[in-house]
C-alpha cells in the first residue's frame, strides 16, 4: 500500500475503496507486512471470482463502448498507473461524454487511490458521475405496486434516471462505499457531479435472467421493453448524500489504521474463511486463530456485529458471556440472547451441539431422497445429486458451463426425482426429498426451469414452485437451526461429523470444488478426469452425509447413536458451567 515518499523519506499510505469494508485487522497486516504474504497462493474461490468479475467488466465494455465508439474515451489499461491517470484526465478536461477504465490521481495527503470503470459527463449540471461495473446482483425484480420508495434507474446507453417500480434494492454497503469514495476523488478536482450521484451495473448486464413482474419466474424484458417489465440492463443509480458521512468516518478510520495510528486487534469475521492471517502469524507470533482462542475472545461464538454489540457491554471474553445476568441488552438483535449465553457456555466445555428440545425429529417418510447439487458461480448447476436406497445416482453435464446441455441434465434430474415421488404415492407410501440449505437448490430449480423451459424433462416454474414450498421438500439446515444451538457453526461440514460421518477427501469445500471443476471441464487447460471423479464422491459424500445426520436426528427406531442421547439439551447449560 506504499506508493510515493513522504516528505521526511518515509513511505505514504495508500488505500482504495475495497479497504472500507472488511477485517481493520487484515486491513493493518496487509499494510505493515506485506512480505509475509509473497508466495501465499490465492484462495482459489477469489481468485476465480476475480476472473469472472474481470470477464463481466470486458462484456460490458464491450456492448457499450462497441454501440457508440466515437462516444467514448478507453483509457489503455497496459499504461502505467500515473499515465492512465494523466490520460484520465485530459479526458474529462476535454469534457469527454464517456471515460472507460478511468484512473484519478493518487493522492498523497489524504491516501485515496481509485478508479471507475465509468465516468459518465452530466451535461446538464457538468463534472462527472461515477458509474462502477460489479459482479453481483444489485436488485432483484419485484411486482409494481404502490411503495413509499422505488429504486432509481437509467438506460445504461442514455442517461435517464427515473424511478424504477419493478425492482427492489439488495443491500450493498460496498458500492455505495466505492461511489463515495470515487466522489471524493472527482470532488478534490472539481470533477465531480453537482447531481451527487453513482451508478452500478450489475451481474445481470447482459444477461437475461430478470423474472416476470410478478416474480413468477418468466423471461424478463430487456432495455427498450419500458412498460412493463423488469429490465436487468439497466443502471441503479444510487443518491450519495445520505452516504458521504458515513464514508467520511469510516475513511479516516481505515487510512488511520494503514498509517498505523490507530491499535488493532483480532476479531472473528466471516472472511477469516479465507484469510492468509487466519493461521499465519507474524514474526513467529500468534495467527488471529490463535490469539483468539488463547484469549477466549467472545467473536468466536458470536462473529461479526454481533461481538461489536456485546463488546459495547463490557463483554470481551467467552467466559464473560458465559457468565451474564441480569437483563438482555436492549440493542441486541441477534435472535434469543439466553441462547448466546448457552453458546459460551458449551464452547467452554467443548459441547459441538445443544438441544433446544427434549426430542429431535425430522420429518420421515417411506421413500426418503437425498439431494445435492454443484453449480458453478452464476453460471448454472452442472451436477444434481442424489441419494436413494443407498444408491448414488448423478445427473450431471461436463460440457463447460454455461452450455444448454445444463438444461439435458437437468431435465433428467427432474424426470427422475418426480417418477420416484409418483411410484411412491401409486403404491400407498409416503416421500420426501432432502437438501442441507435449500436457498442453493431452490434458486437452480427456479433458473433452470425458466432458461430450459421446453426441453425435455424441465418442469415449468409452477411446477418447481409447487414441489418446493410443499412438505415433500425437507430441508435439513432448517431442522438443525430450529433444534440445536451450534458453538461452531451450523454447515454440514460442521454438524454431519457430530452424526459420525466423514468425507472422503480432506480438501472437500465449496470454494474447492470450484477449482477442481475448472480443471474438470478444461476451463485452463486439456479437461482433467480426476477432477471429475473428484467432483462426483464429493458431492456423493455430500448426500450421504445429508442421509447419516437426518438417520442420527430422527432415527426409526431406538437406537444408541442417536441425537436424543448424545447431545446435551439447554437446561445442561442454563444453570452454568
Known amino acids: ?29 496487509n499494510a505493515s507486512h506485506p512480505q509475509l504474504l509473497t508466495g501465499v497462493v490465492e484462495d482459489p474461490g477469489v481468485r476465480q471470482r476475480r476472473e469472472a468479475a474481470a470477464e463481466h467488466r470486458n462484456r460490458v465494455r464491450e456492448a ?46 489524504t491516501g485515496r487511490r481509485g ?54 434494492l439488495r443491500q450493498q454497503p460496498r458500492d455505495q462505499q466505492r461511489l463515495a469514495h470515487l466522489y471524493r476523488m472527482l470532488q478534490r478536482h472539481g470533477l465531480a457531479s453537482p447531481a451527487l450521484v453513482g451508478g452500478v451495473i450489475g451481474y445481470q448486464f447482459g444477461r437475461d435472467e430478470g423474472q416476470g413482474a410478478g416474480g413468477d419466474g418468466a423471461a424478463g424484458a430487456r432495455a427498450g421493453a419500458r412498460g412493463g417489465r423488469y429490465d436487468p440492463d439497466r443502471i441503479l443509480v444510487h443518491d450519495l448524500g445520505p452516504v458521504l458521512a458515513d464514508y467520511d468516518h469510516r475513511y479516516a478510520d481505515r487510512i488511520a489504521v494503514v498509517r498505523n495510528e490507530l491499535p488493532t486487534v483480532p476479531s472473528k469475521v466471516p472472511e477469516c474463511r479465507q484469510c492468509p492471517w487466519w493461521n499465519r502469524g507474524v514474526d513467529g507470533g500468534q495467527s488471529c486463530e490463535g490469539w483468539l482462542a488463547e484469549h477466549h475472545d467472545v467473536s468466536l461464538v458470536a462473529p461479526g456485529s454481533r461481538a461489536e454489540v456485546l463488546r459495547g457491554h463490557g463483554v470481551q471474553t467467552i467466559d464473560d458471556l458465559a457468565a451474564w445476568i441480569g437483563p438482555d441488552p436492549d440493542d441486541w438483535q441477534h435472535g434469543p440472547f439466553d441462547e448466546a449465553v448457552v453458546t459460551a457456555r458449551a464452547w467452554l466445555v467443548g459441547a459441538p451441539l445443544v438441544r433446544r428440545l427434549d426430542r429431535v425429529r425430522v420429518r420421515r417418510a417411506d ?5 445435492d447439487l454443484e453449480s458453478y458461480q452464476e453460471y448454472g448447476a452442472y451436477l444434481w445429486g442424489t441419494l436413494l436406497d443407498g444408491v448414488y445416482r448423478p445427473f450431471f453435464t461436463w460440457d463447460p458451463l454455461p452450455t444448454a446441455d445444463e438444461g439435458r441434465s437437468f431435465g433428467e434430474f427432474w424426470t427422475w426425482l418426480m417418477t420416484v415421488r409418483a411410484e411412491a404415492a401409486t403404491s400407498g407410501r409416503t416421500f420426501a426429498a432432502y437438501c442441507y440449505s435449500r436457498t442453493a437448490e431452490d434458486k437452480w430449480l427456479y433458473e433452470s426451469a425458466r432458461r430450459f423451459a421446453g426441453m425435455p424433462g424441465v418442469p415449468t416454474t409452477e411446477q418447481v414452485r409447487a414441489f418446493v414450498d410443499g412438505p415433500e421438500w425437507v430441508d435439513m439446515f432448517q431442522a438443525v437451526s430450529e433444534q440445536f444451538i451450534c458453538p461452531n457453526g451450523k454447515g454440514l461440514k460442521k454438524i454431519a ?60 427406531e431406538p437406537v444408541s447413536h442417536c441425537a436424543d442421547l448424545e447431545v446435551p439439551g439447554l437446561a445442561d447449560f442454563r444453570a452454568g458451567v
Open 115 to 168: 478508479g471507475a470503470e465509468i465516468l459518465l459527463r452530466d451535461h446538464d449540471r457538468g463534472g462527472y458521475i461515477p458509474v462502477i461495473v460489479v459482479n453481483h446482483k444489485v436488485t432483484d425484480p419485484r411486482k409494481p405496486e404502490p411503495a413509499d420508495f422505488h429504486p432509481t434507474t437509467s438506460d445504461p446507453y442514455r442517461w435517464d434516471p427515473r424511478p424504477d417500480p419493478y425492482r427492489k
Open 497 to 556: 461429523p457430530v452424526a459420525g460421518f466423514s468425507w472422503r477427501d480432506p480438501e472437500a469445500g465449496g470454494e474447492a470444488s470450484m477449482s477442481w471443476y475448472r480443471r474438470a471441464v478444461g476451463y485452463d487447460a486439456e479437461p482433467d478426469l480426476s477432477q471429475r471423479t473428484r467432483l462426483l464422491e464429493y458431492n456423493e459424500d455430500d448426500v450421504r452425509a445429508t442421509m447419516v445426520l437426518r438417520e442420527w436426528m430422527s432415527p426409526r
Open 367 to 371: 421413500v426418503e431422497v437425498d439431494v
Open 64 to 109: 457499450l463502448v462497441g454501440a457508440d465508439p466515437d462516444g467514448w474515451v478507453v483509457i489503455d489499461p497496459r499504461l502505467r498507473a500515473t499515465e492512465r491517470a494523466e490520460a484520465t484526465m485530459r479526458a474529462c478536461a476535454e469534457a469527454a461524454k464517456h471515460i472507460w477504465g478511468g484512473l484519478l490521481p493518487q493522492e498523497p495527503d
Open 1 to 29: 500500500m506504499a506508493g510515493d515518499r513522504s516528505a521526511i523519506g518515509g513511505p505514504v499510505a495508500f488505500i482504495d475503496a475495497r479497504a472500507l469494508i472488511g477485517c481493520r485487522h487484515r486491513l493493518h497486516l
